[in-house]
């Protein structure tokens, strides 16, 4: 069984600022991605990031950057110079080669000008 | 046009009827879920069609009852609710479903039954 921890039910950050929201994980699947999705009020989910469990680097996708600690069962994602539409949900998600995709209980985050 | 749509955006239901939500993606993808988003829970998978064949089903009561006519459309018809049902129901494609790539999501159905 898949389990996602995300252990900041909230964050805040001044505009421009870099943050980190934190996720942990737990699979015994030696094959698996790890995803970041956000989520504004409107409902939508929206992709951000995707780590695979083989991946040498850690992901980058302009702002967005994912802090994967293998070892650690960490793959925390950091947001660089926060912005007001930054302020959202953000779920962690990790999916096993057999497709399930299992989802944190989110952070909120909250950007400040 | 939005990749993936769900209608309505809002429902409410008493417990006695009968009522459907519709999810449409035209990105071509082969596999499409419904998820239900309950306030302070994470995101459970209901269920999991592949090329119209439902593939998982996470022990959903049977007040819900999915449907997939093709694999551009997916239903979720719901009859005779329970108030904690209320919640989110997002729907969500992907190429296929075993595979590392990601779930493109709806905007989701708030569902709200008195």
């Known amino acids: 069984a898949q389990k996602i921890t995300q252990t900041q039910p909230g964050m805040f950050v001044q505009e421009k600022e870099a943050v980190t929201l934190d996720c942990t994980y737990d699979t015994s699947d030696p094959s698996y991605g790890l995803f970041w999705y956000k989520q504004p009020s409107s409902g939508e989910m929206i992709f951000l990031i995707y780590?695979?469990?083989?991946?040498?680097q850690n992901a980058t996708e302009g702002r967005y950057s994912l802090n994967f600690q293998k070892a650690r069962k960490s793959a925390n994602l950091v947001i660089s110079a926060s912005q007001l539409g930054d302020s959202a949900m953000y779920f962690c998600?990790?999916?096993?080669?057999?497709?399930?995709?299992?989802f944190g209980q989110g952070t909120i985050l909250t950007v400040h000008p | 046009e939005t990749g993936v749509t769900q209608t309505p955006r809002h429902l409410v239901m008493g417990m006695t009827n009968k009522k459907s939500l519709k999810c449409e993606q035209h990105l071509g993808h082969n596999a499409m879920y419904w998820y239900k988003q309950s306030a302070k829970k994470p995101l459970e998978l209901m269920f999991v069609y592949s090329l119209e064949e439902r593939v998982e089903n996470n022990s959903v009561p049977s007040r819900f009852s999915p449907e997939c006519p093709n694999s551009s459309h997916l239903f979720l018809h719901l009859h005779t609710l329970q108030p904690e049902d209320s919640a989110l129901y997002l729907c969500?494609?992907?190429?296929?479903?075993?595979?590392?790539?990601?779930?493109?999501f709806g905007e989701g159905s708030r569902l709200t039954v008195l």
């Open positions: 998600a990790s999916r096993t080669s057999y497709g399930k995709l299992t």
């Open positions: 969500a494609s992907s190429p296929t479903p075993i595979g590392s790539g990601e779930l493109f």
């Open positions: 780590q695979g469990s083989y991946d040498q």
